[in-house]
């Protein structure tokens, strides 16, 4: 039985750590740490773990965390995470990351769009953490780099046809639509209820957004080839889930049936990625709460232009649920062990 731990048990990504956590048959958690809930059950902080995590929240002291752990989660702030990641790991303690800060293989290019990095020598060996592009290097990795949520539903949708050169990776057009607990749990005037509620908006416009440069990187190893997107992020008022519309022109005439065919079989094998037939889109409604993510694609002749709709929830394949999928490999568990739950609908 592995001992887990998860620092920064206060967030939402936290909480969805516990969550799936406690139903894994391989793990028991350890220890959970918040600075500003320290000595509290974490139980008070979410009543829907009452009876089941009720352990006392910590203060993040590394030493103290590995010493209890077998391996980390470490669910904290960008710029927080690269400050403790490095004592773990010199305790010998693999870390999965669910922050931007190792997500970068450039650390000039993370200090364009955070800070400088304080510790850019672990960049080189931290893994790019999205199973279905790194499965085997996560396998054998000590620091896993967890993807972010929007990230995660723009490679998905664009992999088959990067992979193939069906598409001009200059043309690509990505719009996606997030729950406001995308935003974190903290308070925020633009997550207030009476900002959020009968609202729909679009922020980060302009490629100012900071998923911008980890969503071309991965691209571009796809592609093969330096590749820029036009990524305009938006808020919806739900509690969970990402939509993604991605648009591409074709480098040939293909169709929508074809496509199809294509993304059947570039993820037949995997688990939690489930290509819609010929006709079908994906909504938010039907991955709730589970690992999944759906996607369908058309072609649209008229504009000739090929447009796929991909659909995870942003907690769970966006966030805490494949940080347990990569937890499943670096461990050598069944990579679905935990997570094989079913959406939450209606």
């Not at 516990?18 to 979410?46: M, N, W, Y």
């Not at 416009?205 to 990524?231: D, K, N, Y």
């Not at 993820?267 to 990625?273: L, T």
């Amino acid at each position: 039985m592995k001992r887990i731990a998860v620092a920064g048990a206060s967030g939402y990504t936290g909480l969805e750590l516990i969550r799936l956590l406690d139903r894994h048959p391989e793990v028991t958690i350890t220890c959970v740490t918040s600075e500003q809930s320290a000595g509290k059950p974490v139980s008070d902080l979410f009543p829907s773990l009452r009876e089941r995590c009720d352990l006392l929240l910590e203060p993040l002291d590394p030493a103290t965390v590995a010493a209890k752990a077998d391996l980390v989660f470490t669910a904290l702030p960008h710029q927080s995470a690269m400050v403790v990641v490095p004592a773990f790991l010199a305790a010998g303690k693999p870390v999965v990351d669910l922050s931007a800060d190792y997500r970068l293989h450039d650390a000039a290019v993370y200090g364009q769009w955070y800070e400088p990095h304080k510790n850019p020598e672990l960049l080189p060996e931290a893994v790019y953490g999205l199973p279905e592009l790194r499965r085997e290097a996560i396998r054998s990795a000590r620091l896993v780099a967890n993807p972010g949520c929007y990230p995660t539903s723009i490679i998905l949708g664009l992999k088959p046809l990067l992979a193939a050169g069906l598409i001009d990776p200059a043309s690509i057009i990505a719009d996606s639509a997030s729950g406001v607990s995308g935003a974190g749990r903290s308070a925020k005037v633009d997550s207030l209820y009476c900002e959020v509620n009968e609202g729909y908006k679009a922020y980060g416009v302009g490629g100012v957004h900071r998923h911008t440069p980890e969503i071309e990187q991965e691209l571009s190893l796809l592609a093969g080839r330096e590749v820029v997107i036009t990524f305009t992020p938006h808020l919806v008022p739900m509690d969970r889930g990402i939509l993604s519309t991605i648009y591409a022109t074709p480098l040939q005439k293909v169709t929508t049936e074809e496509l199809a065919t294509l993304y059947a079989e570039t993820y037949r094998d995997e688990p939690f990625v489930r290509p819609l037939p010929a006709g079908r889109f994906p909504s938010t409604a039907f991955v709730r709460g589970s690992n999944f993510c759906d996607i369908g694609v058309t072609v649209d002749s008229r504009s000739n232009r090929i447009i796929v709709i991909s659909a995870i929830d942003n907690l769970v394949k966006g966030a805490s649920g494949q940080a347990v999928q990569n937890m499943n490999l670096l461990c050598g568990y069944p990579e679905t062990l935990g997570l094989e739950g079913l959406a939450l609908y209606p």
